[in-house]
Nanobody, 124 residues
Framework: QVQLEESGGGLVQAGDSLTLSCVAS????????MGWFRQTPGKEREFVGA????????LYRDSVKGRFTISRDNAKNTMTLQMTSLKPEDTGVYYC?????????????????WGQGLQVTVSS
């Protein structure tokens, strides 16, 4: 079992930066791929990006490439999402998630561990 807790959301203006953090706890926390999803009203939850338990090159959705950076610190069981050049379309509830692998997280999110989510609002 893995428990996830997000922090760092808020209201920013377009072009600003914001950093989200996710702290994982549980027996397999350090061995889980971790990632971020987001959801806006009326839309399905969408994959934002993820990183494997050993780190390495994260996987991102096309619309955030070059603007968002995911990193993790296994010593602290923490994953960070650094968001720059934010756009109004980045607005949504951001969820931290954990799974066995990055591909499993992206393809089978229904079986992932989930945080409670936090709101990110980007005003124009």
């Amino acid at each position: 079992q893995v428990q996830l807790e997000e922090s760092g959301g808020g209201l920013v203006q377009a072009g600003d930066s914001l950093t989200l953090s996710c702290v994982a706890s549980g027996r397999t926390a350090s061995r889980s791929a971790m990632g971020w999803f987001r959801q806006t009203p009326g839309k399905e939850r969408e994959f934002v990006g993820a990183i494997g338990w050993q780190g390495g090159s994260p996987l991102y959705r096309d619309s955030v490439k070059g603007r968002f950076t995911i990193s993790r610190d296994n010593a602290k069981n923490t994953m960070t999402l650094q968001m720059t050049s934010l756009k109004p379309e980045d607005t949504g509830v951001y969820y931290c998630a954990g799974q066995a692998s990055v591909q499993a997280l992206r393809l089978y999110p229904a079986t992932a561990y989930w945080g409670q989510g936090l709101q990110v609002t980007v005003s124009s």
